[in-house]
């Protein structure tokens, strides 16, 4: 059993930027994909960014250039940093997480067992 908690949402100005965090427990996060999803009211949970075991990196192509994913496995940390902020990035945040033994692209909600609370991003215009 894996628990998520997601931290570093707030509200900012278009243009500005975030910092979202995501702590797993359990021993063996370095062994884990993960995943960010995040949802506006009315929609269902799309994929934001997703990092391999291995530390390889894939985007969806609205946030693509503005936004970088990493993990330190020392913390058993995931972050999502979100520079070039736009309102239309206003969604709740979410990190998820699966088995990463095969490197796979994991971009839907059912490819992930694993999922935080949410944490609430809100740019202004």
């Known amino acids: 059993q894996v628990q998520l908690v997601e931290s570093g949402g707030g509200l900012v100005q278009a243009g500005g930027s975030l910092r979202l965090s995501c702590a797993a427990s359990?021993?063996?996060?370095?062994?884990?994909?993960m995943g960010w999803f995040r949802r506006t009211p009315g929609k269902e949970r799309e994929f934001v960014a997703g990092?391999?075991?291995?530390?390889?990196?894939y985007y969806a192509d609205s946030v693509k250039g503005r936004f970088t994913i990493s993990r330190d496995n020392a913390k058993n940390t995931v972050y999502l940093q979100m520079n070039s902020l736009k309102p239309e990035d206003t969604a709740v945040y979410y990190c998820?997480?699966?088995?990463?033994?095969?490197?796979?692209?994991?971009?839907?909600?059912?490819?992930?067992?694993?999922w935080g609370q949410g944490t609430q991003v809100t740019v202004s215009s």
């Open positions: 990092i391999r075991r291995g530390g390889n990196t």
């Open positions: 998820a997480a699966r088995d990463g033994y095969y490197s796979g692209t994991y971009y839907y909600t059912n490819q992930y067992p694993y």
């Open positions: 359990g021993r063996t996060f370095s062994t884990y994909a």
